[in-house]
């Protein structure tokens, strides 16, 4: 962004936080206090949900029918937060997010969104070409796998529940919690089991 482009957008941001507040709809302290819950939000809690959601099929049913309910069921706050949809991947279809329109993203459970998350290119090519974009994250799939794009919104934020991968049976929720990565939990990789805890 240009640095007049970008003034103008402060400005616009300036602009609607004042109309906000003049309006009652949002106060000094909610802004702050809904800030630094996002700073305190890290993908180890989305980790962490998937784990657990691996090791107990209660949670799981919970997650995947709301999945801000499971948040808070991990002590995430989830008021005033879009609901979260959780996506189970399965062996014949692979879930892939992307806010196409800006970069909406469950904040809440995996923090800010990463830079290239935002990026015209990944909005776009996500899109057209999913395939041809997990391949350059080094995630290549069978052939015969359906990806589905799912477009995160300002009303719906979406993240993904992965395969657990095979090999890790007998693991604990923090050694599985430890292989899912925040890319795995937005659809860009898959967790990887580590060649060393293998042996
Ligand atoms: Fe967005």
């Known amino acids: 962004m240009s640095p007049p482009a970008r003034r103008e957008s402060l400005a616009q941001l300036e602009a609607l936080i004042a109309a906000l507040k003049a309006k009652g709809i949002v106060s000094e302290e909610e802004l702050a206090a809904r800030q630094a819950s996002t700073d305190r939000a890290s993908p ?49 279809r692979h879930h892939l997010v992307v806010c196409t329109l ?23 090519r996500a899109v057209r070409d999913p395939r041809g974009v997990l391949a350059e994250w080094g995630t290549v799939l069978p052939e015969g796998m359906e990806i589905r794009v799912v477009d995160s919104t300002a009303d719906y934020r979406w993240m993904v529940l992965p395969m657990r991968p095979a ?23 898959l967790p990887q089991q580590p060649a060393a805890a293998a042996a």
């Open 167 to 189: 090999g890790t049976e007998g693991w604990s929720e923090d050694q599985l919690a430890a292989i899912v990565t925040r890319d795995a939990l937005v659809g860009v990789a």
């Open 44 to 92: 180890e809690t989305g980790a962490r949900m998937v784990a657990r959601a691996w090791l107990d099929p209660e949670y799981r049913a919970l997650l995947l029918r709301d999945g801000a309910q499971a948040a808070e069921r991990m002590g995430v706050s989830m008021a005033g937060a879009p609901p979260l949809g959780v996506l189970e991947d399965t062996a014949a």
């Open 102 to 124: 800006c970069s909406c993203y469950p904040r809440a459970v995996l923090g800010y969104p990463p830079h290239w998350y935002k990026s015209f290119a990944y909005r776009s």
